[in-house]
């Protein structure tokens, strides 16, 4: 399985309400993307004061590496990832993405 780990810093003038449509229109890709398995969404809570802005992200699994490919390739998750990726400081500068390999 590969857990798809990404960090997002929002513009301070993106909305609530945006951030949840920006989090549903990706969450409607689990049962759409093949391999896709589940989706969760939320902001940062951990009180360490490390996050270096990066204080909301989500983790997506995938059933395995295919599953990654197929899923970073797919037109609704790039549509998804560009309404993403305008909602951030910086743009793409404003994401970090990072991808375990589980056991």
Known sequence: ??????FVKFRADVS???RAG????????VGQIDG????DFGANVSPEGVSKGFNDGFIMDLAD??????YLVDPAHQAAGARLVAALEG??????VFDLEMN
């Open 1 to 6: 399985m590969i857990r798809h780990c990404v």
């Open 16 to 18: 609530a309400e945006e």
């Open 22 to 29: 920006i989090y549903a229109q990706l969450g409607d890709l």
């Open 36 to 39: 896709l398995l589940r989706a």
């Open 65 to 70: 590496a295919a599953a990654r490919d197929r």
């Open 91 to 96: 743009g793409v500068d404003g994401l970090i």
